[in-house]
Nanobody, 126 residues
Framework: QVQLVESGGGLVQPGGSLRLSCTAS????????IGWFRQAPGQDREKVSC????????YYVDSVKGRFTISRDNDKNTVFLQMSSLKPEDTGVYYC???????????????????WGHGSPVTVSS
């Protein structure tokens, strides 16, 4: 059974930076996609970014392009989300998920195939 553990969240001022980590265990394949989602208070969970571990292809939603960078360390089964120039609207609980990635042009969708972890809270506030 795949287990995911997120870490690295916290409180940061607008314009600041944070790096989130997601470590996966129990994976039986070296070819998969890992994505980051977030859920703001009172809102639905939304996708943020995704990376395909096989070739390192990365995907972002428009609201974080140029500010967030997703990367991976395949040897450690860990994916990182470097977040810079943070805004109050980036506030939320960030979750990672392993799943099936579908792409069409610049559009992408990750369908999680694992249970959600506990998430890592991020608060951007002055």
């Amino acid at each position: 059974q795949v287990q995911l553990v997120e870490s690295g969240g916290g409180l940061v001022q607008p314009g600041g930076s944070l790096r989130l980590s997601c470590t996966a265990s129990g994976l039986t394949s070296a070819n998969y996609a890992i994505g980051w989602f977030r859920q703001a208070p009172g809102q639905d969970r939304e996708k943020v970014s995704c990376i395909r571990t096989r070739d390192g292809s990365t995907y972002y939603v428009d609201s974080v392009k140029g500010r967030f960078t997703i990367s991976r360390d395949n040897d450690k089964n860990t994916v990182f989300l470097q977040m810079s120039s943070l805004k109050p609207e980036d506030t939320g609980v960030y979750y990672c998920a392993v799943g099936n990635l579908a792409t069409f042009g610049s559009m992408w969708a990750l369908t999680p195939s694992t249970s959600w972890g506990h998430g890592s809270p991020v608060t951007v506030s002055s």
